[in-house]
């Protein structure tokens, strides 16, 4: 009995600690890559490329666009404060080189 009791403990700390290490949040280079992928450009891309690519995609995305219709307007939203978010983590990371 306290064998398995001991293997179920050991069971549920692994779990957890896979658990945790898939959720952890996401820093580096990992982050960089995935902003920039976002914005459509390749690693590598000057600071001129970043801006402009995400003057077009806000352009696209802005949800006054979207007037006419409050569930693509909902989902503009969403999509801009993506951008948004990308667009200020990929300057600060220019900034720190």
Request: net charge positive.
């Amino acid at each position: 009995m306290r064998n398995i009791l001991v293997g179920i403990i050991i069971f549920l700390i692994v779990y957890v600690l896979l658990f945790l290490r898939k959720t952890k949040k996401e820093t580096g280079s990992g982050k960089i890559n995935r902003c920039i992928d976002m914005l459509g450009l390749k690693p590598g891309a000057s600071q001129e490329e970043v801006t402009q690519a995400y003057r077009d995609l806000a352009n696209v995305w802005h949800p006054d666009r979207f007037g006419g219709n409050p569930r693509l307007q909902k989902k503009a939203e969403e999509k801009i404060k993506e951008l948004n978010a990308a667009y200020e983590y990929i300057k600060s990371f220019y900034g720190r080189t």
